[in-house]
């Protein structure tokens, strides 16, 4: 409950003057002092809200009941941050109250009263971003708003209807969500502007103090850029630039904080790791993944040097995954083996069978083959390179079995036929320009070399990446690489879209996977 003697102190709260309430009745519609139904027996007719300098608000709104009598009323306040509450009917009698369950509720027993007077103060409808004050307040009902003096509005909003009492603005707007701007004080002036850029030059100096070796180059472009609109006398963009230069050294701050951080506790685990016997990770590749966050907190990118540490931190922890293959797939992949391998046999017996089958030439006399035999020894390199099926007549002794005639013929085709593959297998590839085929790895080893001469600028880790795919014959799975290097699943696909964007790769889907393949043509090995 509340006395009368806070009412008598709370009273100064109230907008005095007949002539200012004049004012606020005739600029709200009559629409908006209807009375509007709401929950617990009572409606909320009008609504006036007094904005100060130092962000807080004073609020004031009638309230219709509904029964005066009525054991509880409860009744929604606007905000919930709620202060020097005072509840008066029209006749300003104090009337008594009780806090509800909700920040914003109050609870009145027979209030003896069908009209009251509600005033409190509360903070919660502005919040500040460097000079710019922000109003936000999602109402139900057309309510107005004064300024605090010397106000200049820069971003009205819904379109209120605005009304000069003094040097005050009172605004009025309808029923919605409501968010305007403004500042205090005068907006351009050179005064102003050379306010705000000290202040930016003492936070780049401050921030640069705190943090040895920090990179500011971004906020002392900009704290610049304001200097010289000061001088040409743009002095509105001057103070634009400067709270720009100002909020980007404090980021810049936070960020370079939190990047040594986290490289300081990549360092640690991964030396950790590696004393420790390591977790089956590459430690080559998890230490320049590090040095890669090194270099970038060097130049001064603080995010990505977070990023690439949390990234390292994250492969300590991953293991190869292991490939889990359905038990049903590998019982139907032995039965196609096993019928490969048996019809592969049932080939060889067919055609050994057929070429017993057929009838064996006929033995010349002795005299009638001696005019050849020199003829035939001397062509024996070449009989023996286009695979003829039998040996030379002359060959075979006079009165030998037919069955000895067939194996020593098989046994020339066998070498024969070894002679062949040797003759082809050793002439090398031909260089000149890849085809979109099965590559021998050492060609490709040869391309991704040049590739990376050409590219300096690669990352170690997207060079890894190039040499793994040139010995996967120009073609892995993503799944594959993670389990190479192990490293996280988002670290992996934005190394493979970085290769992509290199145009050194291209991504394919394979089964429901990514297919990572090399573009490799019109280049030559």
């Known amino acids: 409950m509340i006395s009368a003697s806070h009412w008598k102190d709370g009273a100064g709260f109230f907008i005095p003057g007949m002539l200012l309430l004049i004012v606020i009745i005739a600029i709200v519609p009559a629409s908006a002092q209807d009375e509007e139904a709401e929950e617990g027996g009572s409606s909320t007719s009008s609504l006036f809200i007094a904005l100060f300098a130092n962000g807080e608000a004073l609020v004031e709104h009638n309230v219709g009941i509904e029964d005066p009598l009525a054991e509880e009323i409860r009744i929604k306040l606007f905000g919930d941050d709620i202060r020097d509450l005072v509840v008066v009917d029209y006749e300003d009698n104090v009337v008594g109250f009780n806090r509800g369950e909700m920040p914003n509720e109050i609870v009145l027993s027979r209030p003896n009263a069908s009209n009251l007077k509600i005033s409190y103060t509360t903070s919660d409808f502005l919040s500040k971003d460097r000079r710019e004050w922000i109003f936000s307040l999602n109402s139900t009902i057309t309510f107005s708003v004064k300024l605090p003096p010397d106000s200049i509005l820069t971003d009205p909003g819904e379109n209120p209807s605005i009304v000069l009492v003094g040097d005050q603005q009172i605004l009025t707007y309808k029923p919605g969500n409501i968010r305007f701007v403004y500042i205090i004080g005068a907006l351009g002036t050179q005064e102003q502007a050379n306010i705000?850029?000290?202040?930016?030059?003492?936070?780049?100096?401050?921030?640069?103090?705190?943090?040895?070796?920090?990179?500011?180059?971004?906020?002392?472009?900009?704290?610049?850029?304001?200097?010289?609109?000061?001088?040409?006398?743009?002095?509105?963009?001057?103070?634009?630039?400067?709270?720009?230069?100002?909020?980007?050294?404090?980021?810049?701050?936070?960020?370079?904080?939190?990047?040594?951080?986290?490289?300081?506790?990549?360092?640690?685990?991964?030396?950790?790791?590696?004393?420790?016997?390591?977790?089956?990770?590459?430690?080559?590749?998890?230490?320049?993944?590090?040095?890669?966050?090194?270099?970038?907190?060097?130049?001064?990118?603080?995010?990505?040097?977070?990023?690439?540490?949390?990234?390292?931190?994250?492969?300590?922890?991953?293991?190869?995954?292991?490939?889990?293959?359905?038990?049903?797939?590998?019982?139907?992949?032995?039965?196609?083996?096993?019928?490969?391998?048996?019809?592969?046999?049932?080939?060889?017996?067919?055609?050994?069978?057929?070429?017993?089958?057929?009838?064996?030439?006929?033995?010349?006399?002795?005299?009638?083959?001696?005019?050849k035999a020199t003829n035939t020894n001397n062509n024996n390199n070449i009989s023996s390179r286009v695979g003829a099926v039998f040996r030379p007549a002359n060959s075979v002794p006079a009165g030998a079995p037919k069955q000895d005639i067939v194996q020593v013929e098989d046994e020339h085709q066998e070498?024969?036929?070894?002679?062949?593959?040797?003759?082809?297998?050793?002439?090398?590839?031909?260089?000149?320009?890849?085809?979109?085929?099965?590559?021998?790895?050492?060609?490709?080893?040869?391309?991704?070399?040049?590739?990376?001469?050409?590219?300096?600028?690669?990352?170690?880790?997207?060079?890894?990446?190039?040499?793994?795919?040139?010995?996967?014959?120009?073609?892995?799975?993503?799944?594959?690489?993670?389990?190479?290097?192990?490293?996280?699943?988002?670290?992996?696909?934005?190394?493979?879209?970085?290769?992509?964007?290199?145009?050194?790769?291209?991504?394919?889907?394979?089964?429901?996977?990514?297919?990572?393949?090399?573009?490799?043509?019109?280049?030559?090995?």
Not at 267 to 290: K, P
Not at 327 to 354: D, E, Q, T
Not at 451 to 472: M, S, T
């Open 196 to 371: 705000v850029i000290t202040a930016a030059e003492s936070t780049i100096v401050q921030i640069n103090n705190n943090n040895p070796g920090i990179v500011l180059t971004s906020a002392k472009d900009l704290l610049q850029r304001a200097i010289d609109a000061r001088d040409d006398r743009m002095f509105t963009e001057a103070e634009r630039l400067a709270d720009q230069a100002n909020d980007a050294a404090i980021a810049t701050g936070r960020e370079h904080a939190a990047a040594q951080e986290a490289l300081a506790n990549a360092e640690a685990q991964i030396n950790s790791a590696a004393a420790g016997g390591g977790s089956g990770l590459d430690n080559a590749v998890t230490m320049q993944m590090l040095e890669q966050a090194n270099n970038e907190f060097a130049i001064g990118n603080y995010t990505e040097a977070r990023n690439s540490a949390q990234d390292a931190v994250t492969a300590l922890g991953d293991k190869p995954a292991q490939t889990e293959i359905p038990i049903p797939l590998i019982i139907a992949a032995i039965a196609v083996a096993a019928a490969a391998a048996a019809g592969g046999i049932g080939v060889i017996v067919f055609f050994r069978k057929r070429r017993r089958s057929k009838p064996v030439p006929e033995l010349h006399k002795a005299n009638d083959l001696q005019p």
């Open 415 to 525: 070498r024969a036929g070894s002679v062949e593959e040797e003759t082809t297998t050793s002439i090398p590839p031909m260089p000149g320009t890849i085809s979109d085929s099965q590559i021998d790895s050492s060609i490709l080893s040869h391309i991704v070399g040049n590739i990376l001469v050409e590219r300096p600028h690669l990352r170690p880790e997207d060079q890894q990446v190039l040499k793994f795919l040139a010995e996967k014959e120009g073609a892995a799975f993503e799944s594959e690489i993670r389990s190479k290097f192990q490293l996280p699943k988002t670290t992996i696909w934005r190394l493979v879209k970085r290769l992509e964007r290199e145009e050194l790769v291209e991504i394919r889907k394979a089964g429901g996977q990514n297919l990572i393949k090399l573009r490799f043509e019109d280049k030559q090995a």
